[in-house]
T-cell receptor, first 111, second 113 residues
Framework: LAKTTQPISMDSYEGQEVNITCSHN???????ITWYQQFPSQGPRFIIQ???TKVTNEVASLFIPADRKSSTLSLPRVSLSDTAVYYC????????????FGSGTRLLVRP | DAGVTQSPTHLIKTRGQQVTLRCSPK?????VSWYQQALGQGPQFIFQ???????QRGNFPDRFSGHQFPNYSSELNVNALLLGDSALYLC????????????FGPGTRLTVT
């Protein structure tokens, strides 16, 4: 399973765009990249998943370069409620696949 | 439509005791996975149940065992509790072979004293 590396923490201000980059140099051909969000004392929540290029949904965008060795989660115009831990995971697309979490990135959004 | 539910919310146990945690999956889901999350760490995969059988297991000792019932709900049992077992235990449900998303419950906070 590919190991992921992401910043331990990031600070931002309300209304700014936040980009969190994840490194996964050993990603396998059939691995997808998935991001989860976790608030204190809650379970993680799926944000977005992609394989290559760009994926966008109502919450975020995911940018994946051609070599797929990294990915960037982009959160547009963050608010205080976006303060959370964000996890980057790589693995199979099948939901029966066990999720391997790293330590995540703690995002703090300031007023 | 109820999401994933877990019980109890919190509990306190003493070293050496045994504990059982319970999980009801989201409606329509047949697969349950359990994760342990220590303070300040990401969740760690314990095991996964599908069709009442353990399908995958993470790097956890045999003190951790589980069960899945015909209605897809699941239990996590931990024997001979250690102080290091204090953590948030998360249950996630999904549809086997289905799409990519696992739905997590709110967790059970276990404190071992």
């Amino acid at each position: 399973l590919a190991k992921t590396t992401q910043p331990i923490s990031m600070d931002s201000y309300e209304g700014q765009e936040v980009n969190i980059t994840c490194s996964h140099n050993n990603i396998a051909t059939n691995d997808y990249i998935t991001w989860y969000q976790q608030f204190p004392s809650q379970g993680p929540r799926f944000i977005i998943q992609g394989y290559k290029t760009k994926v966008t949904n109502e919450v975020a965008s995911l940018f994946i370069p051609a070599d797929r060795k990294s990915s960037t989660l982009s959160l547009p115009r963050v608010s205080l409620s976006d303060t959370a831990v964000y996890y980057c995971l790589v693995g199979g697309m099948d939901s029966s696949y066990k999720l391997i979490f790293g330590s995540g990135t703690r995002l703090l959004v300031r007023p | 439509d109820a999401g994933v539910t877990q019980s109890p919310t919190h509990l306190i146990k003493t070293r050496g005791q045994q504990v059982t945690l319970r999980c009801s999956p989201k409606s329509g889901h047949d697969t349950v996975s359990w994760y342990q999350q220590a303070l300040g760490q990401g969740p760690q995969f314990i095991f996964q149940y599908y069709e009442e059988e353990e399908r995958q297991r993470g790097n956890f000792p045999d003190r951790f065992s589980g069960h899945q019932f015909p209605n897809y709900s699941s239990e996590l049992n931990v024997n001979a509790l250690l102080l290091g077992d204090s953590a948030l235990y998360l249950c996630a449900s999904s549809s086997f072979g289905g799409n990519h998303e696992q739905y997590f419950g709110p967790g059970t906070r276990l404190t071992v004293t």
